[in-house]
Each structure stands twice: as structure tokens, then as C-alpha cells.
């Protein structure tokens, strides 16, 4: 699915040639970007992201849909979008340079995607290897500051368990500091969906929850049921 509002028109944003000059902190806070990293368009990470959208629209936002499956996003890093510690202002790939353009334009970035080896799937984590790049995301003249960053992690393992074990803070601390803070997004949180296979209604409420507690959309107490 190609940018867009929920209702499929296009979204302004800044130029695809703004990329590795830094995000800067003028996005537009009244705008999302919500990703989705699933490779089926049917899957319940599809329809949280599907879901998000709704909420976020019906509160005023513009909404930004990026299926990174969908739309081809290649993950591979290659040697045009590999970080040039020595040169911020390096010039990326016209694919990557269009992306970051998406990224810079929104205030408000929501990322929905399953858990997998209690990491993002590759595609996602080639999208901010490539995206999130040196000199715009971080680094001399780079920086997401000023934006609210929200993780969505689908895990079919149990809240209890995955307490107990101590995934929970492994995660967080590599979704909230090793990328958002790093990126100097302090606004950032993590709201796993647990028990994945059988969530049902309670992974929508997850979503609700979690856009309300970022200042988001608040749906009337029904929301939630099928």
C-alpha cells in the first residue's frame, strides 16, 4: 500500500531529496506514520496496524500506512545506504532517501510487528538499518527529536512468562534506548500484545491503550469487540 490518509489519497511530504540533512524537529505533530512488518496482509499485526490507522483518523490525524511487505521495501543493506562515519551529509539511495522523507514528516511514529527471536522481523530491522540511518537519524546533524515513538510487538507467549524470564526489559531496552532514545526520541513506549494466537479482542484494546496513553485517540469504552 503506497502513502497515504485512511482513505487512500496521498499525504504531503517534505521532498525525497531531504533525507541524510536530518529529520529536524518541525514534523508535523497532527500527522502519523504507522508501519507494519508482516508479510501477510490477513495476519492480526495487518489488522492492528489496520486499526491503529482508524483510531488515528478519527481523532484528526493524517495517516501515513507503510507496509513494508506491500510496498517491496527491500531490507538488504548495500553499499549506497551504508553509513559514511565520516561523511553525515553522504547522499543515500533514492528509495532509502524517499522513506526518510516519510519518517521526517511525521510527529507521531507507531511500528506494529511480530516478535520474532525476541527482536523486529528482518524487514523491519533492514528498514531502520537502511532508514535510520547515520547524519538523520543520529549522528552529526541527524536526530528524530521532538517526535512520540510507539513499539507494538506481537508475542505468543503469555504476559506471566514473559515477565518472569525477563524478556520484557530485554526488548524494551533495545526498542526504547538502542533505537528511539539513541535517535533522541524521548517520547517512546513499548506495549507488547501478548498470547498472540488466541488474543482476539483483547489485542485491539491493547492498541487503544496504547495510542491513549501517547496523548493519541481515546475510543469510547465499547471499542475493542469484533
Known amino acids: 500500500m ?11 511530504s517534505p521532498a525525497a531529496g531531504t533525507g541524510p540533512s536530518g529529520a529536524g524537529t518541525d514534523a508535523d505533530g497532527r500527522h502519523a506514520l504507522v508501519v507494519m512488518a508482516h508479510h501477510r496482509g490477513g495476519s492480526l499485526t ?4 489496520g486499526r491503529a490507522r482508524e483510531l488515528l483518523t478519527a481523532d484528526g ?34 528509495a532509502v532517501r524517499a ?26 530491522k533492514g528498514w531502520i538499518d537502511r532508514v535510520w540511518n ?7 546533524g541527524g536526530g528524530l527529536g521532538g ?19 525477563g524478556w520484557d526489559r530485554t ?3 533495545v526498542l526504547r534506548t538502542g533505537i528511539g532514545r539513541f535517535c533522541g ?15 482476539g479482542a483483547r489485542a485491539r484494546q491493547v492498541v487503544e491503550r496504547a495510542l491513549e496513553r501517547t496523548g493519541g485517540p481515546r475510543p469510547p469504552a465499547a471499542a475493542g469487540g469484533r
Open 147 to 165: 517526535r512520540r515513538l510507539l513499539w507494538i510487538p506481537l508475542t505468543a507467549y503469555g504476559e506471566a512468562e514473559f515477565r518472569e524470564r
Open 99 to 124: 522513506q526518510m522523507a516519510r519518517v521526517a514528516a511525521a510527529g507521531l511514529i507507531v511500528i506494529v510487528f511480530p516478535l520474532w527471536w525476541f527482536g523486529p522481523p528482518a524487514l523491519l
Open 185 to 199: 526520541i524521548e517520547d517512546t513506549s513499548v506495549h507488547f500484545v501478548h498470547d498472540s494466537l488466541e488474543a
Open 171 to 173: 526488548v524494551e531496552h
Open 61 to 94: 490525524f493524517t495517516v501515513d500506512l507503510l507496509d513494508l511487505h506491500a510496498e517491496g521495501f527491500d531490507p538488504r543493506m548495500g553499499t549506497a545506504d551504508e553509513p559514511d562515519w565520516d561523511d553525515p551529509g553522504k547522499e543515500y539511495s533514492a
Open 134 to 140: 547515520h547524519g538523520f537519524a543520529y549522528g552529526d
Open 2 to 12: 503506497s502513502a497515504g490518509t485512511a482513505s487512500g489519497g496521498a499525504v504531503d
Open 46 to 49: 495487518a489488522a492492528l496496524a
